[in-house]
């Protein structure tokens, strides 16, 4: 299958960020962290073609496979960057860019010693406040309720963000209907979802 439309290794992006070098048309640009195998990228960029949809993954087969599902449907508004989301939040997203930046069911990384690597840390928090436009939305959800307080606290004490606010669960309507296959796997084991968007002001 042709995947040069929809995935792109990190170190084949130009220096400076620039949205037309991934799409073929102009609009908000909402992005995934962690994408796994692009059921939100899917759903998204279909439910909305009037926005670009961008996930970063790091896992090679992962990127690959959220490609394929983007490729399979003929997607002109969804690509895949296999690489370190962190790293590009650091140093290529310019001010400004994004509408939505969506983090859904990171590693928790349970073990104290690791809890380092999460993703929902200072730096990546100030680089999403950085990067949102003036009433763009942070989208975090969790199925471990000590990362989601761990988050909020983190959130109040590190950045200028509105919320949390709530985010409402909706019965899906389909097998395929939830943001991610953890959500999927999380709600038909009937567990619980916490979720809080936050919105730059």
Same mark, same amino acid.
């Given at each position: 299958? $042709?995947?040069?439309?929809?995935?792109? #290794? @990190?170190?084949?992006?130009? /220096?400076?960020?620039?949205? +037309?070098? !991934?799409?073929? =048309?102009?609009?908000?640009?909402?992005?995934?962290?962690?994408?796994?195998?692009?059921?939100?990228?899917?759903?998204?960029?279909?439910?909305?073609? $009037?926005?670009?949809?961008?996930?970063? #993954? @790091?896992?090679?087969?992962? /990127?690959?496979?959220?490609? +394929?599902? !983007?490729?399979? =449907?003929?997607?002109?508004?969804?690509?895949?960057?296999?690489?370190?989301?962190?790293?590009?939040?650091?140093?290529?997203?310019?001010?400004?860019?994004?509408?939505?930046?969506?983090?859904?069911?990171?590693?928790?990384?349970?073990?104290?010693?690791?809890?380092?690597?999460?993703?929902?840390?200072?730096?990546?928090?100030?680089?999403?406040?950085?990067?949102?436009?003036?009433?763009?939305?942070?989208?975090?959800?969790?199925?471990?309720?000590?990362?989601?307080?761990?988050?909020?606290?983190?959130?109040?004490?590190?950045?200028?963000?509105?919320?949390?606010?709530?985010?409402?669960?909706?019965?899906?309507?389909?097998?395929?209907?939830?943001?991610?296959?953890?959500?999927?796997?999380?709600?038909?084991?009937?567990?619980?979802?916490?979720?809080?968007?936050?919105?730059?002001?």
């Amino acid at each position: 299958m $042709d995947l040069s439309r929809h995935y792109r #290794e @990190v170190d084949i992006l130009p /220096a400076v960020f620039d949205q +037309a070098v !991934l799409f073929e =048309q102009g609009g908000p640009l909402e992005v995934e962290i962690g994408s796994g195998k692009g059921l939100f990228l899917a759903q998204a960029s279909a439910d909305h073609p $009037d926005r670009n949809y961008l996930g970063i #993954e @790091v896992a090679r087969k992962y /990127a690959h496979y959220a490609a +394929a599902r !983007l490729a399979k =449907q003929q997607s002109v508004n969804g690509v895949v960057i296999c690489g370190d989301a962190l790293a590009l939040f650091q140093r290529w997203f310019a001010d400004a860019s994004l509408t939505a930046v969506h983090v859904y069911f990171p590693d928790p990384w349970w073990k104290k010693r690791h809890k380092k690597r999460r993703v929902m840390n200072e730096q990546f928090l100030r680089d999403v406040e950085r990067t949102l436009v003036i009433g763009g939305r942070l989208h975090f959800w969790t199925d471990v309720e000590e990362y989601f307080q761990t988050t909020l606290a983190l959130i109040k004490d590190t950045v200028n963000l509105a919320g949390p606010l709530a985010v409402s669960e909706q019965p899906a309507e389909h097998d395929l209907d939830y943001r991610t296959h953890f959500e999927r796997r999380t709600r038909k084991s009937e567990l619980p979802v916490y979720r809080a968007e936050f919105e730059k002001r």
